[in-house]
């Protein structure tokens, strides 16, 4: 949805200047939008999100705050129903776990228990670790903890066309919304269209087609399965990839659909493997789409572990493209070749490129 | 603030004096007519009575204007009236009737009028602590001259929630009045086991940067005054403040029973604090001050009767909201 009359010119921008694009139209087109957390107006700027913004908006709508997770998550209930648009960060999602009693007891119930009298348009921004030694506690993706439960949205986007469109979306959406940025995707690159424009919250993104598999993904997932989808078509194994978006709303129309056509399902999820999401699609295709399955649903996840520190500890913990054909293949009965797709990975496995110099 | 000097022994003026005496015996009554009537088993909800702890709510209610905002905890039922909440809306929210205020959604924990400013209450302690103060937040920014009132007990202190967001209060001199009604305890658990030997309440928030009063919370002119005193101060953009009033609980933590035989208090305590039953004080203040008559408070009595009657059969008639309803609102 376009909301301004603004020209929609593309340019080339990091997923992390879409993110701080999206936040600068929010801001200027409203100002009931406020932002705030720990680290908001210092000189890195939640990794460049947040740049600019105090300066712009003055200190009364950019601030940053008092090491507070749980009360200032309520501070945004409140202000939220005093008129205002929070926008919360955390540098980790992790951080974040310190507010649940208000995120759950309060933001997520506010308009049901209070018989739909008020809502709560708050959003909370939550990054998502992953290498580096990011290990145990500042790691974890715990969307399907948010997507259980209801009056909550997730969004968790892959590109920074996504990220910018779904950002403005969630902002000006009156529920509570998660977005979920993975840290490996700050410095993925690609068109960004400017001024506003809200992608709608909960339908999926066809990355590509095909008749195989339907593969469905979310976050960085995504960027793992276009290396093998492409690798799989240079084999002549075309498949949907269907990029969610939203986990909650979920778009099981579009997986549905690709899932009937195909007769194949592979779910991928940055998550532990037990009651994930991916868990979830996988149920409900086999619910709705039992007759036209070809084979069981298959899921990559992560391994129901604490994500460990050392570099030596992750070598082979994560999902990667390969694992990704390797579970194509078998689905339909192939024998392809994976050395060529790892031998072009140039950077060792506990970074996104060679930008990521760490620390954090 | 410091501890007032103010004479709090003087009657108020007769209007106001009139007010808060209806405000607590209405109250009162609505009370222990919810306890006379629970064991019919039609309010199917868990339920916290405030008898006993009336002159807070009814001062603090006369205090704040009607357009201040106030959230409050799983004891709501006297804030919620004494800052003006439709009493009939309240009953037939027990009785989780679709006229209730927050349609059958939320019971007895969850209230709600916003016509009044009562944001809601919420049935976790110290939930809607940061809450108050994000509303504060809101009206600081907007430019309101708005007052929120974050009702509290003496065992929400003990939550960190409290000091995270009493912190953000005074870092941003928020319009916040923290108002803690100590009843020495929470649930069954008594301050002894709960607080070293010594340590007062308003002391901790004091410590954090609040301005505080201490005052006794069974003598509503006393409430009343230290309250306005405060209120104006934190209107007048002073920064946030912090009030504990010291009262009692007469029933049991949650029910309508009494609960002086199970061991954790004893008839002795209950009976002292009894001697101090606040409406009865005030009876007495104003009758002696010649504000009323025995027969002008039997006269008030009758009034309150007959509005309580109506309410309960207000909530009593109401439908059930329909069970398809249990699908809406989920999101907005």
């Known amino acids: ?360 | 603030m410091r501890a007032t000097t103010l004479e709090t022994s003087t009657a108020l003026e007769p209007v106001l004096a009139r007010a808060l005496l209806f405000q607590m015996k209405r109250i009162r009554f609505v009370e222990e007519e919810i306890a006379r009537r629970y064991p019919e088993g039609l309010m199917r909800c868990p339920t916290h009575l405030s008898i006993g702890q009336e002159a807070v709510a009814a001062a603090v209610g006369a205090v704040l204007r009607r357009d201040d905002l106030a959230v409050g905890t799983h004891r709501a039922h006297a804030h919620y009236l004494g800052k003006g909440g439709s009493l009939r809306a309240m009953l037939a929210e027990i009785y989780g009737k679709v006229t209730g205020c927050s349609r059958g959604r939320g019971g007895s924990m969850h209230l709600i009028d916003l016509d009044v400013g009562f944001e809601g209450s919420t049935a976790i302690v110290g939930n809607s602590i940061p809450i108050g103060v994000g509303l504060a937040l809101a009206a600081q920014l907007r430019g309101t001259d708005q007052v929120s009132c974050v009702f509290v007990g003496d065992g929400a202190i003990e939550e960190g929630v409290f000091y995270e967001a009493a912190n953000f209060a005074v870092v941003r001199r928020l319009p916040v009045v923290f108002l803690c009604e100590n009843n020495l305890y929470s649930v069954y658990s008594p301050l002894s086991v709960r607080q070293p030997p010594g340590r007062s309440i308003h002391g901790l928030a004091a410590a954090v940067g609040l301005a505080t009063d201490h005052g006794d919370g069974n003598d509503v002119d006393e409430v009343y005054v230290k309250t306005a005193a405060a209120v104006g101060r934190v209107r007048a953009g002073e920064g946030p403040c912090f009030l504990e009033y010291a009262t009692y609980r007469w029933r049991e933590h949650c029910g309508p029973n009494y609960d002086n035989d199970i061991g954790y208090r004893t008839e002795a305590e209950y009976l002292a604090w009894r001697e101090r039953d606040p409406v009865m004080l005030y009876e007495r203040k104003l009758v002696a001050a010649g504000v009323f008559t025995e027969a002008g408070i039997d006269v008030m009595q009758v009034e309150i009767e007959q509005e309580v009657s109506d309410a309960f059969r207000f909530a009593e008639d109401s439908p059930f909201p329909e069970p398809a309803e249990a699908f809406e609102h989920v999101y907005c």
């Open chain 1, 1 to 360: 949805m376009t909301v301004s009359g603004e020209p929609r010119v593309p340019r080339t921008l990091t997923y992390a200047e879409a993110v701080n694009d999206a936040l600068h139209v929010a801001m200027a087109s409203d100002p009931s939008v406020i932002c705030y957390g720990l680290g908001v107006d210092d000189p890195k700027t939640i990794f460049g999100t947040t740049k600019g913004l105090q300066t712009r908006f003055g200190d009364q709508r950019v601030f940053d705050m008092p090491t507070a997770e749980a009360a200032m998550t309520g501070v945004a209930i409140g202000a939220a129903l005093g008129g205002m648009r929070p926008v919360m960060v955390h540098q980790r999602l992790d951080f974040f776990l310190l507010a649940m009693d208000q995120l759950v007891n309060g933001a997520a119930k506010w308009h049901y228990m209070f018989g739909g009298q008020r809502s709560v348009p708050i959003t909370i921004r939550l990054i998502l670790g992953r290498g580096w030694g990011q290990g145990p506690t500042h790691s974890q993706s715990l969307h399907a903890w948010f997507a259980h439960i209801p009056g909550l949205k997730v969004v968790m986007p892959t590109n920074p066309e996504d990220a910018k469109g779904l950002l403005l979306a969630s902002i000006f959406d009156p529920n509570p919304v998660l977005f979920l940025e993975h840290r490996w995707l700050h410095n993925t690159m690609g068109s960004v269209p400017e001024g506003d424009y809200r992608i709608p919250l909960g339908k999926a993104r066809q990355l590509r087609e095909g008749d195989a598999v339907t593969i469905v993904s979310m976050s960085y997932m995504t960027v793992e399965a276009l290396h093998a989808v492409d690798h799989l078509r240079q084999s002549d194994v075309h498949c949907d990839l269907l990029d969610l978006r939203t986990v909650s709303p979920l778009d099981w129309d579009a997986v549905f659909a690709s899932v009937r056509r195909t007769g194949r399902l592979l779910v991928l999820d940055t998550a532990a493997e037990t009651g994930s999401i991916a868990g979830e699609i996988a149920a409900r295709a086999a619910i709705e789409c039992w007759t036209l399955l070809k084979s069981a649903p298959q899921r990559i996840a992560m391994p129901d572990i604490p994500e460990p520190t050392s570099f030596g500890l992750t070598r082979g913990l994560h999902p990667r493209a390969e694992h990704i054909v390797a579970a194509v293949a078998a689905l339909v009965g192939k024998q392809i070749g994976v050395d060529e797709l790892v031998a072009r990975r140039t950077v060792p496995h506990d970074v996104p490129g060679d930008w990521f110099k760490g620390p954090f």
